[in-house]
């Protein structure tokens, strides 16, 4: 049977997508490997967030072509990209975001088209993944997303909001926690809208995890603002299973360009929901997404942006520049801004994200935290693992795939590469 080599980028939806995939081609008797070189089939699960990532997706398809590889296109730039990407010389297949999870089906029937139309879909796809080698497993809740943010071409490679029910994601967690894992990621394109296209929202699926399940512990996707009320926190303050882990999609510290986003919140707002995070949980992980030099984004603009995120208790930002995707609203905007102002400007978000994450990070010596084991021994006998507020923790001494309460310090914190410390 044939090899494959398969590649997912972008969000950790699309990365549990590609799980699927992979597994699915498992059982219809091909072989993965692990380098494309040793591959026939090279299969790229794409993400199309920014035009950097499309060339990115691109690159990787001509240079397998270019090694003699079959080239099977997936994800979201062929949901968004359709029958046309199949006049690139370099691509044989092309796949929707829905279809991939057919790929042995449409391969042995040699299709190489197939997508069907998100935006008229209403049922969310249930797929489930059986990998049982790992302590965390991410479980894909919801699809699609209903916003219309100025700058975003996502809800055109992923369609409506649609939502797993309870009962499914119930008896997934408790399948998972049977398999032997401690920690369920719950993931989708906009969880925060979980349940509201049948009468519910995300906060009754919380309550029914933690009266349901026996999983103890899990982890919350991306959240707007607006979508973390003070109920929710009321109740995700006394949760047994809850990791204080909250990655906030803030996307701008300025009001004017806030509006120009087509965000509906205001940047006051969300300053005072992180302080109530804050004051409400044992040194919570507080992520974020900021944007970097979108249109019409003035130095001034920016400056408001920079002391906002300065004055913040966010442990980290993840920030990118700006990136034009066509057909948008965002696209024909005025003010769009030289790539170099929207690097130099990213980088500046960067170290200050760099400053806040070692802040945050020896704000935690001397605290003792739950930690999950995740990874056996390796050369220097160092176990590692996870804390439930998202420190990776090197120990020397544990069991795999277990839970234990330890001491941080200087020594088991582990800091990341560009660490200013």
């Known amino acids: 049977m044939k090899k494959f080599y398969l590649k997912s980028m972008g969000c950790?939806?699309?990365q549990f997508e590609g799980q699927i995939v992979a597994q699915k081609l498992l059982e219809a008797g091909y072989i993965q490997v692990k380098k494309p070189e040793d591959s026939e089939i090279y299969?790229?699960?794409?993400?199309?967030?920014?035009?950097?990532?499309?060339?990115?997706?691109?690159?990787?398809l001509r240079h397998a072509h270019n090694l003699g590889l079959t080239t099977i296109l997936t994800g979201c730039i062929a949901q968004i990209k359709k029958e046309k990407l199949l006049s690139e010389p370099f691509i044989d297949y092309v796949f929707g975001n829905e279809d991939k999870?057919?790929?042995?089906?449409?391969?042995?029937?040699?299709?190489?088209?197939?997508?069907?139309?998100l935006m008229s879909e209403n049922e969310f796809c249930k797929v489930t993944l059986e990998d049982t080698t790992k302590t965390r497993i991410s479980l894909k809740i919801q699809d699609g997303c209903d916003n219309r943010c100025s700058y975003c071409i996502i809800p055109y490679g992923?369609?409506?909001?649609?939502?797993?029910?309870?009962?499914?994601?119930?008896?997934?967690?408790?399948k998972y926690a049977e398999s032997g894992y401690k920690e369920v990621i719950l993931t989708g394109i906009h969880i925060g809208l979980w349940g509201r296209d049948f009468g519910k929202e995300l906060l009754d699926l919380l309550v029914e995890i933690e009266e349901k399940t026996t999983i103890p512990r899990y982890r919350l996707g991306s959240l707007n603002p607006l979508e973390i009320t003070p109920q929710m926190l009321n109740f995700l303050q006394r949760s047994e299973k809850f990791c204080p882990h909250f990655h906030l999609s803030l996307q701008s510290a300025c009001n004017k360009t806030l509006k120009r986003m087509n965000r509906h919140y205001m940047v006051e707002y969300y300053l005072d929901q992180i302080e109530d995070i804050d004051s409400r949980f044992n040194r919570p992980f507080?992520?974020?997404?900021?944007?970097?030099?979108?249109?019409?984004?003035?130095?001034?603009?920016?400056?408001?942006?920079v002391e906002n995120l300065k004055k913040s208790k966010l442990s980290q930002i993840h920030t990118f520049p700006y990136s034009i995707r066509k057909g948008t609203i965002a696209e024909k905007l005025d003010g769009h801004l030289p790539e170099k102002v929207k690097e130099e400007r990213a980088g500046i978000i960067k170290q200050i994200s760099r400053e806040k994450y070692d802040a945050f990070l020896k704000s935690n010596i001397g605290c003792e935290q739950e930690v999950l084991i995740e990874k056996r021994p390796d050369k220097t006998g160092k176990y590692k693992g996870v804390s439930r507020n998202?420190?990776?923790?090197?120990?020397?001494?544990?069991?795999?795939?277990?839970?234990?309460?330890?001491?941080?310090?200087?020594?088991n914190i582990i800091y990341p590469k560009n660490s200013l410390c």
């Not at 790229?44 to 990115?56: A, I, K, R």
């Not at 030099?293 to 400056?303: H, L």
């Not at 998202?390 to 544990?398: A, F, K, Q, T, W």
Request: hydrophobic share 35%.
């Open 286 to 305: 507080l992520g974020s997404d900021i944007i970097a030099g979108f249109a019409g984004e003035t130095e001034e603009d920016f400056e408001i942006t």
């Open 12 to 14: 950790k939806s699309n």
């Open 390 to 411: 998202y420190i990776n923790v090197r120990l020397d001494e544990g069991e795999f795939n277990t839970l234990k309460f330890v001491t941080l310090s200087e020594k």
């Open 101 to 117: 999870f057919n790929l042995p089906e449409l391969l042995a029937k040699d299709e190489h088209f197939a997508i069907k139309d």
């Open 158 to 174: 992923r369609g409506k909001s649609r939502s797993a029910d309870s009962d499914f994601i119930i008896r997934e967690i408790n």
């Open 43 to 60: 299969i790229l699960n794409s993400c199309s967030v920014t035009q950097t990532s499309d060339n990115e997706g691109m690159y990787l």
